[in-house]
Each structure stands twice: as C-alpha cells, then as structure tokens.
C-alpha cells in the first residue's frame, strides 16, 4: 500500500508543478480574458489520458503513477472526460448524461455557494 501512495504523490508532485508551470506561460502568450493556459493543459491531459489510460491499465504501478497521479494532478479534467468516455463505450447513457449535467452543474453553483459563504465570515 505504501508503495502505491508513493507513486501517486510522486506522479500527483510532477502533474502540479507541470500545471502551475506552463499555464501561467501558456496565458503570457494570449492577450484574452479566457483561460487558454487551464485549457489546453486539460486538452493535453486528455489527449495523453486516452493515449495511456487502456494501455497501463493492465500495470497498477504505472497507472497509479501516470493516470492516477500524474494526469489527475495535472488535469482533474482528464479523469472526467476519461470517466464519461468509458461510460459512453459502456453505452450508459443515463449515467453518462447525469454526470456530464450534474458535474457541471452542481460544481457550479458549488463554487457560487463556496463564495458566497467565504464573503459572509470574511
């Protein structure tokens, strides 16, 4: 067990100082209100979690390492369009669709109450 928390944080390290890195320069090149250095690190993340998520899923060591701790860590948006991939493979729509809807919406208004709150006590 220690072995696996060892290769999440070791990958989970890396994937966050990749992410607090290249965002930042990534906006520096873009004169815009958008998040493009956000965005394209969670494209990225996608791209590269489809490339390794079904081949190290055979390999617990590496899939620990690289899916679970280096992508999660980098994009946390990775993981979720990874999640709802395989749920479209699975055909389960239902779910599919409730997590692609709740997800997004209940995250939302999450960080609206989240504000909210921190403004009454602050």
């Keep these: 067990m220690f072995i696996n928390i060892l290769l999440v944080s070791l990958g989970g390290a890396t994937g966050a100082v990749l992410r607090f890195s290249v965002s930042p320069q990534i906006d520096k090149l873009f004169s815009s209100s958008f998040p493009y250095g956000i965005f394209l690190v969670n494209i990225i993340g996608c791209f590269f979690i489809g490339l390794l998520g079904n081949k190290f899923s055979d390999n617990e060591s590496l899939r620990l390492l690289f899916i679970v701790g280096f992508l999660g860590s980098l994009t946390t948006f990775s ?6 991939y ?3 493979n699975l055909r389960s729509y239902y779910y599919l669709f409730t997590n692609l809807i709740l997800s997004n919406f209940i995250g939302i208004i999450m960080v609206f109450i989240g504000t909210r709150t921190i403004r009454l006590f602050s």
């Design 79 to 84: 993981t979720f369009a990874f999640d709802n």
């Design 86 to 88: 395989n749920l479209l």
